[in-house]
Structures are given as structure tokens and as C-alpha cells.
């Protein structure tokens, strides 16, 4: 009879061996039949694929022990109690709080971290901590930028697994998920859970804070840093901290210059979609923003809401040199380097510098030629918006300027002054 050795390691050292004829091994209160194993030769160990396979699920596996140990696993499960509740069985760990079994002492003591709250390993870089060594594994790699999954179609890398899955369903287009009330389908089971609190209106999770519920349990953790202050999330070059790990991935461009959102009408590409989508309302000519008092509307929220002040009138921002007010505090900041002369953009190809980081984009325009601004009915572009803006008023007749001595109206600022002077005798 030809026997094998093979040596596994488990709470103490065991010896099993390999024989032609199907032999039974018994284990304390559990048996491992020969037929269930399936062991190879000492040579087929070090190939790349995985050699050795369970009869019983057809799992692989690279080494003859972890086959035996994964062989073992269930009936250890099944067969020992805990110890903790007084049923039976010295070498089964069985957790009293919620009879979770397991098959090894430190995958209890994990588990146990869930009640109790401990979080026994800590990032040494924001020395946020972690219940379970996977999980500070993962959130390491928010750190070093690591994405060793990658997809096969595409090459985009992901720092989990789990979000590669559910990326490469993108490219199948496989939305087996529907929604029952709107019929709207989802890729990923935990989008259909989320989207159905929407017809629900459930907000199951509360700030204990202040009491502000939500829908979703990452919400109320990004929530509660608004109370705490923290910021987990770090970028690896500069080191500027974030609240929100969507704001770093948008910081992070501004290193690396991507722009994936791109206009299909004009190719310009932006770095964050909420630009794109701003964008494109030059094309369309879309406002949907419009003020409850004068019913003008405006493509962006910040243009109402500066807009909205010349109502009221309201300047609560005081220069302490000159004493100009200003509603806005960024034009306060601006108006403050008419006084120190500093001029902080500059262009990278004349090394002319600007005042302001808008006139150095449109000055820029001059080098490149582009023309981003286009006129929906006549597709003529322009370098610049008010440019645009201004070209606009030949298609609708809109004279906004008006003369406050004889009320004649004007298309164009510049036509206006001009005409002015006709009143005053001015001579430029």
C-alpha cells in the first residue's frame, strides 16, 4: 500500500495520510471521509492554477492543507457548542449575545468587537480605528491610492472587490434588479433597496445629535462629521483632509488634470459633473433658477442668490481699508487686491498675471482659440460668455441698458455710455 503524508495544522498538530483504499479519519466528535479528499502529487504544488478540489463543492484550493482544513470546517461548525452557554463542546466558540457559531477562537474574538464596540486596530496615519482587521486593511488603501482589482474590459482599478463586481456590470448592461412600483431596474441589489425608500419615504436612521433622520446609513455617517469635524479621508500629495470620499476623488483631479465628464457638443471636459451639467445650459439656454421678485432666471443657484441681494440691497461685508461694502464675501476678497496690487494667476505661456482666476481663463482663450460659448440658434462661439451673452440680444431684441433722461434702450452697456454723452457733451 503507497502512503503519502500530508501534515495540517489546526488547535494542535495532526497527521493525515493518504491511501489507495477509501479510509474513514476521526477527529474528536467529527469524521473526514478519504473519498471527500482529493490530494495531488508533491510536484503539482507550485503550478499557478489551484490543483487541489473538494468533491463536495468543487472549490479549489493551492495547497493539500488548505483543502483539509476546508473539508473539516463545516462539521466543526456543526458539531461544537460553546462552551459560553453550558450546551457542549470544548473547541467550538459560539457567541451568547446572538448564538453566531464559529469554527475558530479568532474569528469569535472578531465578531465579539461587534458588541462591544472595541476597535483594536488603528490607522497610523488618521488613526481612525477598526472592529476587524479587513476593514483596516481596505481603508488603508484610501491612503495609498492601491487599487489591485482591476476590470478586464476597461483596466479601471478598484480598491475592493466588491465595487469591481458591481463595475463590471456596467459593461453587460444586467439590471436584474426591478423595482415592483415604478418598474425602474438596478444593477446591484443595494441600489433597489435604496431607490424603494423613495417611494416609501422611510428615514430609518437618526443623528443622535440632532435628530436629523435618513434614509441611508452612510448618510447619517457622513451627517454626524458635520457635529465632529472629522475628516478621514486624505489626500496622499497635498494632505488636505475631507469629510466626504466623493471630495476627495474630486480633489484629487485637480492633481492629475482628469477630466472625465466631456460635453457632447463641444468636447470640453470638466472634472466633477455637476460642471458639466452647468455647462451645457449655455448650449440649451436653460435657467432653471428664477427670482420669486423680478422673475429673472439664471442657469446656476450662486447667480440667484447674488442676484436676490440687489433686492434687498444687503452688504454685509466691509472692507477695512476703504470701507466698500460688499453682499459677497468672495467679492470683498477680490476687491482687497485692488489695495496690496497682487496679482496671483498667472498664464503659463506669455506669463502676463491677473487680478482674478476668470480673467486668466478667458485670457488663456487668446493662446488656444477656443471657443467654449455657442449660440443655440445660430451656433455662432465665442471665447466669452458675455460675449455671448451680449450676441444673445441681436436674436431676441432684449435692450436692458436704458437712458435715465429720455428712457431710449440699449442692447449693449458700452452703446449706452456712449450715448450718454450726448446728454452730458462729454468728449472721451
Avoid: W
Amino acid at each position: 500500500m503507497k502512503i503519502q503524508r500530508v501534515d495540517i495544522k489546526l488547535k494542535e498538530e495532526i497527521d493525515f495520510y493518504k491511501v489507495e483504499e477509501p479510509i474513514s479519519y476521526t477527529l474528536e466528535n467529527y469524521l473526514i471521509k478519504q473519498e471527500e479528499l482529493v490530494l495531488i502529487e508533491p510536484q503539482s504544488l507550485h503550478a499557478k492554477n489551484k490543483p487541489c478540489k473538494s468533491n463536495k463543492c468543487n472549490k479549489r484550493f493551492a495547497h493539500n492543507s488548505h483543502l483539509i482544513k476546508h473539508q473539516i470546517t463545516p462539521f466543526v461548525e456543526k458539531q461544537y457548542v460553546c462552551k459560553n452557554t453550558n450546551k457542549a463542546g470544548k473547541n467550538s466558540y459560539q457567541f451568547s449575545k446572538c448564538d453566531k457559531n464559529f469554527s475558530q477562537n479568532d474569528m469569535l474574538v472578531e465578531h465579539q468587537r461587534i458588541h462591544t464596540g472595541e476597535k483594536a486596530y488603528q490607522c497610523t496615519q488618521c488613526y481612525k480605528a477598526f472592529s476587524r482587521r479587513g476593514n483596516i486593511i481596505k481603508h488603508k488603501r484610501t491612503h495609498t491610492g492601491e487599487k489591485p482589482y482591476q476590470c478586464n474590459q476597461c483596466g479601471k482599478g478598484f480598491s475592493q472587490k466588491g465595487n469591481l463586481t458591481k463595475h463590471e456590470k456596467t459593461h453587460t448592461g444586467d439590471k436584474p434588479y426591478q423595482c415592483s412600483q415604478c418598474d425602474k431596474a438596478f444593477s446591484q441589489n443595494s441600489h433597489i433597496l435604496r431607490h424603494q425608500k423613495t417611494h416609501t419615504g422611510e428615514k430609518p436612521y437618526q443623528c443622535n445629535q440632532c435628530e436629523k433622520s435618513f434614509p441611508h446609513r452612510g448618510d447619517v455617517i457622513e451627517h454626524q462629521r458635520t457635529h465632529t469635524g472629522e475628516k478621514p479621508y486624505q489626500c496622499s500629495q497635498c494632505y488636505k483632509a475631507f469629510s466626504h470620499r466623493g471630495n476627495l476623488i474630486k480633489h484629487k483631479r485637480t492633481h492629475t488634470g482628469e477630466k472625465p465628464y466631456q460635453c457632447n457638443q463641444c468636447g470640453m471636459g470638466f472634472s466633477q459633473n455637476g460642471n458639466l451639467t452647468k455647462h451645457k445650459r449655455t448650449h440649451t439656454g436653460e435657467k432653471p433658477y428664477q427670482c420669486n421678485q423680478c422673475g429673472k432666471g439664471f442657469s446656476q443657484k450662486c447667480s440667484l442668490t447674488n442676484h436676490e441681494r440687489t433686492h434687498t440691497r444687503e452688504k454685509t461685508y466691509q472692507c477695512s481699508q476703504c470701507d466698500k461694502a460688499f453682499s459677497h464675501i468672495c467679492d470683498l476678497k477680490e476687491h482687497q487686491k485692488t489695495h496690496t496690487g497682487e496679482k496671483p494667476y498667472q498664464c503659463s505661456q506669455c506669463d502676463k498675471a491677473f487680478l482674478h482666476k476668470g480673467d486668466l481663463i478667458e485670457h488663456q482663450r487668446t493662446h488656444t482659440g477656443e471657443k467654449p460659448f455657442q449660440c443655440s440658434q445660430c451656433y455662432k462661439a465665442f471665447s466669452q460668455k458675455g460675449n455671448l451673452i451680449q450676441h444673445n440680444r441681436t436674436h431676441t431684441g432684449e435692450k436692458s441698458y436704458q437712458c435715465s433722461q429720455c428712457y431710449k434702450a440699449f442692447s449693449h452697456k458700452g452703446n449706452l455710455i456712449k450715448h450718454n454723452r450726448t446728454h452730458t457733451g462729454e468728449k472721451p
